[in-house]
Nanobody
Framework: QVQLVESGGGLVQRGGSLRLSCTAS????????VGWFRQAPGKEREEVAI????????SYSYTVRGRFTISKDKAKNMAYLQMNNLATEDTAVYYC??????????????????WGQGTQVTVSS
């Protein structure tokens, strides 16, 4: 059974840090692009960060660049999103997604095949 499970969300004060994890089962993350997305109440889903299939190339939304770091661990079949210097605007449900057909960092929305259930991140002031 193909499954993605996010964890690591929670409540943190402004300026704090969290690390989100995305655990894949039923398939391998190797050679597949992994993305983190978020959706705040009343807003559209936003692409936050992408890591390429090889784990070398990354891209970030301008809203998080310099504060967030995406990575993947092939041995553990997991991906991560390290979030530092969190701001209240980062409050959202965060989702990880995998593209089974794309390995780069420019993945059209329709090519994200697998999604997790999301984890809530709340940043308080």
């Amino acid at each position: 059974q193909v499954q993605l499970v996010e964890s690591g969300g929670g409540l943190v004060q402004r300026g704090g840090s969290l690390r989100l994890s995305c655990t894949a089962s039923g398939f391998s993350l190797a050679n597949k692009a992994v993305g983190w997305f978020r959706q705040a109440p009343g807003k559209e889903r936003e692409e936050v960060a992408i890591v390429s299939g090889g784990g070398v190339d990354t891209s970030y939304s301008y809203t998080v660049r310099g504060r967030f770091t995406i990575s993947k661990d092939k041995a553990k079949n997991m991906a991560y999103l390290q979030m530092n210097n969190l701001a209240t605007e980062d409050t959202a449900v965060y989702y990880c997604a995998v593209s089974s057909k794309g390995a780069g960092i420019h993945i059209p929305n329709f090519m994200w095949d697998y999604w997790g259930q999301g984890t809530q991140v709340t940043v308080s002031s």
